[in-house]
Structures are given as structure tokens and as C-alpha cells.
């Protein structure tokens, strides 16, 4: 089925898991998920809801989780978003949290997706530090879903070779256009990226013109879901707001998909 490397089964461990993207979207293409990291009371029990057989920890500075095939994660961006324009960030980074775990557990792969941010350099010279390649990619999920979100991954290997392949796979695949390629506005219409920013009309906020007269409202959660590639209700049992406020952060579940599909395809 193409899941299998050398007869094998990848196993991964999710970082930073949020309500579940990187673990839906590489479950999709074969791969099993052992353990996710996160500490948020709410996404957990997305994530208990959806992976029940899952192993959880709490917090990413002394987790003790076990030897995976590929360590992936998004970790939190507020303290490198432009969304916050000047303002001084609350939140720390822990992106060396990630590097940590990393360096620990070495993994054939990594994959680590944020917003794009010059900073990132420095997460990929960590990496190629303790002995892997590093491949950078950047997306629109416009490419995938219906929503424009710009992100940056960083998919790594400790086997130079077969990331060399992957690179091959990844310009062959994006020059053929074998996923949806960018669409102009005007043939169809683009949502705005999605916020985490729960019930808040402003102009960064993604919400849609009812015709008739009926003006503008933002978008449902079950919209918002549909946008990040989540089947629709992942996230019931929540108000609206919190719900929208949770899909907002999380990754957009096509684009991981593509990505661990080239992944597998270099490491066969």
C-alpha cells in the first residue's frame, strides 16, 4: 500500500499535537502515531476523542517518549507571528523544546511546520548540526483546501541520500502540478487564513458575504474544519468560539498528507 518502508511500518511521535493535524494527515498515508505531547486541557480531549489508543504526555521539557521513525510538530508561532504586529510576545519559544527532543530520540525523519519567520534558519542549522539534511518547504494551503494560509516546513533526515530523493520527489511533484495548483480569486474565491482568535469581526479574520441582504458573518466551526482539512465536527462538544479558536491553530491536514506521502515514496 506504500505505508511500509523495508517491510516496516513508520511510527511517529506528534509534537506540539493541537487538536490532532499532523496525526490525522500522516495516519491517512499509512504511518502510526505512538505518542503526542500537549498540554492544552481542551485539545486533549480532541485528541483523546480521536486517538484513543495514543500514548499522551503533558509537557514537552520532560516527556519520556519512546524511539519513533519521524518526530513532527508545529510549535507554537506567537512568538514569531506577524499577526501581533510590534507587540512584545507573552509566549515563549519553544522551538528548542523540539531541537531537544530531537537530539534525544533521533528519528530518521523530522518534519516542523511554522509561520514563516527568518528565524528558521537557525531551527534548520540545529538540525544539520546534530547530523541531518534539511529539506525547506514553503506552502499555501490555497494549493489544497479553499483557505489562504502560508506556512513553511522543514522536513529532515538523517539519511543524506534519501533526502536527496525526497527533494527530487518533492520539485518533480510540485513542477507537474500533481496537487491542486494556486487559483486566482477570480475563478475561486479564497478564504482569508484563519485566526485563532475565537469571535472578533476584523479584516484578518476569515468570515463570507450572505447574498440577500443578510451582510457579513464569520464562518462556522464546522467551515473553519472543512478549510483546514478536518472532517467536519473533529472538534464538537465545544462553543463555537473555542472550537474556531482551535482549528485556527492547528495545520492544514492535506498539506501534511502530501508531504508524508513524498516521504514514503523517498524512503521505500
Known amino acids: 500500500k506504500g505505508e511500509c518502508v523495508m517491510g516496516r511500518q513508520l511510527t511517529f511521535g506528534s509534537l506540539f499535537a493541537g487538536i490532532g493535524g499532523f ?68 509566549h515563549p519559544d519553544l522551538s528548542g523544546y523540539f531541537l531537544a527532543v530531537v537530539g534525544r530520540l533521533e528519528p530518521l525523519w523530522v518534519v516542523r511546520e511554522n509561520v514563516p519567520a527568518p528565524d528558521a534558519f537557525y531551527f534548520a542549522a540545529g538540525l544539520e548540526a546534530i547530523g541531518y539534511r534539511v529539506v525547506a518547504l514553503a506552502f499555501d494551503s490555497r494549493d489544497f483546501t479553499g483557505q489562504s494560509r502560508r506556512r513553511d516546513y522543514l522536513c529532515a533526515c538523517t539519511d543524506h541520500g534519501t533526502a536527496g530523493r525526497f527533494q527530487r520527489i518533492v520539485s518533480d511533484a510540485s513542477e507537474s502540478r500533481r496537487f491542486s495548483p494556486s487559483r486566482s480569486e477570480e475563478e475561486t474565491p479564497i478564504a482569508a487564513c484563519l485566526t485563532a482568535h475565537g469571535n472578533r469581526m476584523a479584516a484578518e479574520d476569515t468570515f463570507c458575504f450572505e447574498p440577500g441582504g443578510r451582510g457579513l458573518r464569520i464562518l462556522s466551526a464546522e467551515e473553519a474544519e472543512a478549510l483546514q482539512g478536518f472532517p467536519r465536527g473533529w472538534t464538537a462538544g465545544f462553543p463555537e468560539r473555542r472550537r474556531r479558536a482551535m482549528v485556527g491553530e492547528a495545520v492544514t491536514v492535506p498539506v501534511v498528507e502530501w508531504i508524508g506521502r513524498r516521504i514514503i515514496e523517498a524512503a521505500a
Request: charged fraction near 30%; aromatic fraction near 4%; include cysteine.
Open 23 to 90: 496525526d490525522l494527515g500522516l495516519g491517512r498515508v499509512g504511518m502510526r502515531c505512538l505518542w503526542q505531547v500537549e498540554n492544552d486541557k481542551r485539545k486533549i480531549r480532541v485528541l483523546e476523542q480521536h486517538f484513543p489508543a495514543v500514548r499522551r504526555f503533558l509537557d514537552v521539557r520532560c516527556c519520556q517518549v519512546t524511539p519513533v521513525d519521524l518526530v513532527c510538530g508545529g510549535d507554537p508561532c506567537p512568538a514569531r507571528s506577524r499577526a501581533r504586529g510590534d507587540r512584545p510576545s507573552r
